[in-house]
């Protein structure tokens, strides 16, 4: 049985950082592409946004347009963990934020139908 589970969220002041993580099990980590994707409050399902993406051996990674350049992806295939550095935080980046695994493992697609497995979030709070 497949498994992700995030960690790392929290409240955080306008301007801060965080990092999350993710911890995958049931499944072997290096045949996925993983991605993040943010639910803002209010918003359902289908709406989450793409955050970024990364394949399977780390060589490539992709980003939401109103991430780019404060966000970082990364993963640790031995630890079976990826990770979402985040600084530079602002408002509109309160979301829960989930972690999600495609099995097409050289693809970062942005469409949440393309991702077989889901976390189930962490909170992440930016207070202006």
């Known amino acids: 049985q497949a498994q992700l589970v995030e960690s790392g969220g929290g409240l955080v002041q306008v301007g801060g950082s965080l990092r999350l993580s993710c911890v995958v099990s049931?499944?072997?980590?290096?045949?996925?592409?993983l991605s993040w994707f943010r639910q803002a409050p209010g918003k359902d399902r289908k709406d989450r946004d793409f955050?970024?993406?990364?394949?399977?051996?780390?060589?490539?990674?992709d980003y939401g347009f109103s991430v780019k350049g404060r966000f970082t992806i990364s993963r640790d295939n031995d630890k079976n963990m990826v990770y979402l550095q985040m600084n530079n935080l602002k408002p509109e980046d309160t979301a829960v934020y989930y972690c999600?695994?495609?099995?097409?493992?050289?693809?970062?697609?942005?469409?949440?139908?393309?991702?077989?497995?889901w976390g189930q979030g962490t909170q992440v709070t930016v207070s202006s």
């Open positions: 999600a695994a495609n099995k097409r493992r050289l693809e970062i697609a942005q469409a949440i139908g393309r991702y077989e497995y």
């Open positions: 049931g499944l072997s980590i290096s045949m996925y592409s």
């Open positions: 955050v970024g993406g990364i394949t399977f051996n780390g060589e490539t990674t």
